[in-house]
C-alpha cells in the first residue's frame, strides 16, 4: 500500500539499469549502441531462446485477452524494449540484443537512429487502445520516446527511465519536448535555457538537463507515484515486450493479483521470471499479438502522424506530468485500494496459542479463566493501522 513516504524512498534499478538506460553517446546519430554503453559485469539472463506459439495460439490467446479487457474495470500496459523493435530499435537480452551480442564480442545491427525511428503498429495501437477507454494507463521502461511520437497524452504515461526527447529544468522541474534525441544520458546539463514563461512575462532562469537516468539515480517520483497507484489499482496488468528483470519496474504488473479476480498477461518471446504466476502467457511479436486484438475489439489503429508528433511541431511542447493528474489518481488510488485492517491480538493469548502449538502442560482453571477473560477483550479493541503492501 503506498502512503506520501513513497517519493523519499529510493528506489535503485537492479540488474545494471545503468547499462540498459544509459543507451549510447550517439555520434551523429549513427554509432550503434555498443559503443556507448558502459562497463557492467551483471546485466542478468541473456540470449535465452525465444518461443513461438502457433499463429492459432496467437489468435486464440488474442482473443480472450480481448475479452478479459472488455471485463476489466481497470486495464494498465506495462511497455519495455520489445514493443521497439518492429520500429528498428534493438532489444537488450534478446538473441540478437545489445548485450547478448556484445558477451559474444559482437556489435548490434541498428537499423535507424532515434530520430528517424517512428511508433510501431503496437505504440499506435495502445493509442487507439487509450482513446477508447479500454487502457486506462501505460508504464513504460523505454527511453526511446516512441510513445511520446505515437501521440500518447502524457497523463496516461509514466516513464520510469527517462525520455531521450525530454529535457529539464533544475530551477521549476518543468519538462519540454526536443526536436531530436539528446546526446547527453545521465542527467547532464544540456546548456540550454529553460522555455517556461512566467505569469510576470519574464523567463525562468533555470538551466535544463536530459531526463535519462544513471544507475546512482532516483527515479522520477510523479512518474513512479503514477505507476504505482495505477499498478495497484488494476484488475488486469498486460506487459508487452520485457522479460521484467529491472525492479521495480518488473515487479509492479504482480500487483494486479493482489486484487481479487485480478489477472497477469504476459506477452514476450523469451520467457519471463513471472511467467508461472501469469494468468496466461503469449509468446507471439507484440505487433501481431495487437492486431488480432484490435481486431476482436473492433477498432481501427491510425496511422503514425507526423503532425501529431510533438517533436515534429515548430512551438514548444511541455512534457510535465500535471500535480492534478497525480492527485486524481492518489483519489482513485484510495478508492479501488481501500486499507486492509486487522486486529490486534492480546499478550495473553498470543502466549497462550504459542503454549498450545508446543502441547505445554493444560493451564489451571484459574489460568483458563483469565485467558478467556482476554480474549473476550481482544475482540473489541481498536484495529491496528492498516499496514503497507510489500
Not at 502512503?3 to 551523429?28: G, M, P, Q, S, Y
Not at 489468435?59 to 514493443?83: C, D, M, N, S
Not at 501481431?288 to 507526423?306: G, I, T
Amino acid at each position: 500500500m503506498i502512503n506520501d513516504t513513497l517519493i523519499i524512498i529510493r528506489f535503485r534499478e537492479h540488474l545494471a539499469l545503468e547499462v540498459e538506460i544509459v543507451l549510447v553517446l550517439f555520434i551523429n546519430m549513427s554509432c550503434s549502441y555498443a559503443d556507448g554503453l558502459s562497463p557492467y559485469d551483471d546485466k542478468g539472463v541473456l540470449g535465452i531462446d525465444e518461443v513461438f506459439d502457433s499463429s492459432d495460439s496467437v489468435r486464440e490467446k488474442a482473443q480472450k485477452l480481448a475479452e478479459w479487457i472488455k471485463a476489466a474495470e481497470h486495464v494498465v500496459f506495462h511497455t519495455g524494449a520489445g514493443i521497439s523493435t518492429s520500429a528498428g530499435i534493438p532489444d537488450f537480452r534478446g538473441p540478437n540484443g545489445v548485450w547478448t551480442l556484445e558477451e559474444k564480442g559482437e556489435k548490434p545491427h541498428f537499423n535507424v537512429s532515434f530520430d528517424d525511428a517512428v511508433p510501431s503498429f503496437a505504440h499506435m495501437a495502445i493509442v487507439e487502445l487509450v482513446k477508447q477507454g479500454f487502457v486506462q494507463y501505460v508504464v513504460s521502461q523505454n527511453i526511446d520516446g516512441l510513445h511520446l511520437r505515437s501521440g500518447l497524452d502524457r497523463s496516461f504515461l509514466a516513464e520510469l527511465h527517462g525520455n531521450m526527447f525530454i529535457e529539464q529544468c533544475t530551477a521549476c522541474k518543468r519538462q519540454f519536448v526536443l526536436k531530436s534525441a539528446t546526446t547527453s544520458v545521465g542527467q547532464k546539463f544540456l546548456n540550454r535555457q529553460c522555455s517556461h514563461v512566467k505569469q510576470n512575462s519574464q523567463t525562468c532562469r533555470g538551466k535544463t538537463k536530459d531526463t535519462i537516468l544513471d544507475w546512482e539515480h532516483d527515479l522520477p517520483e510523479k512518474d513512479l507515484l503514477m505507476a504505482d497507484y495505477h499498478s495497484n489499482a488494476a484488475d488486469l496488468s498486460v506487459t508487452l515486450g520485457t522479460t521484467l528483470q529491472i525492479i521495480p519496474s518488473g515487479n509492479l504488473p504482480l500487483l494486479a493479483k493482489k486484487r481479487e479476480n485480478g489477472r497477469l498477461v504476459i506477452c514476450n518471446l523469451q520467457p519471463t521470471k513471472h511467467n508461472k504466476k501469469a494468468d496466461m502467457v503469449i509468446h507471439g511479436f507484440v505487433d501481431e499479438v495487437m492486431r488480432h486484438l484490435l481486431e476482436f475489439l473492433d477498432l481501427k489503429v491510425p496511422d503514425y502522424n507526423p503532425s501529431s508528433d510533438p517533436t515534429k511541431t515548430p512551438e514548444t511542447v511541455e512534457w510535465t506530468l500535471k500535480a492534478t493528474d497525480v492527485a486524481a489518481a492518489k483519489k482513485m488510488y484510495k478508492e479501488k485500494c481501500p486499507p486492509v485492517k486487522r486486529k490486534k491480538k492480546s499478550v495473553v493469548s498470543s502466549v497462550n496459542s504459542k503454549v498450545t502449538k508446543k502441547e505445554k502442560v493444560p493451564p489451571s482453571d484459574h489460568q483458563t479463566s483469565i485467558v478467556k477473560t482476554e480474549n473476550d477483550i481482544s475482540e473489541n479493541t481498536v484495529p491496528v493501522e492498516a499496514l503497507k503492501q510489500e
